[in-house]
């Protein structure tokens, strides 16, 4: 499975952008999707996960009440609305086997998207 990231871009703080994530290869209906962030400087960390039927969903507390990740048949998403300057960060999605849901194992990590808020 190859992912694609796609939707980021300089937004100004309190600004929203929606991430895509994309699938080629194979579908990745059956797999669970996280997305993950990166700042300079600091350690990769979770942002959100959807379990491969949509229904199950968990994020990070600094997305809580923010972030929205959601899927249909090809395509997972998250919304981000009231981004902050600290949301700055290349995002990436992952894919895993979510039968040991909530953990996720990520077998599959797509390029990354670069979000950009300015104060």
């Not at 972030?67 to 997972?76: G, H, K, L």
Request: hydrophobic share 35%.
């Amino acid at each position: 499975v190859q992912l694609q990231a796609s939707g980021g871009g300089l937004v100004q703080a309190g600004g929203s952008l929606r991430l895509s994530c994309g699938a080629s290869g194979r579908t990745f209906s059956s797999y669970a999707v996280g997305w993950f962030r990166q700042a300079p400087g600091k350690e990769r960390e979770f942002v959100a996960v959807i379990n491969w039927s949509g229904r199950s969903t968990g994020y990070a507390n600094s997305a809580k009440g923010r972030f929205t990740i959601s899927r249909d048949s090809v395509t997972v998403y998250l919304q981000m609305n009231s981004l902050k300057p600290e949301d700055t960060a290349v995002y990436y999605c992952a894919a895993g086997d979510s039968r040991s849901w909530p953990k996720v194992g990520y077998d599959y990590w797509g390029q990354g998207t670069l979000v950009t808020v300015s104060s």
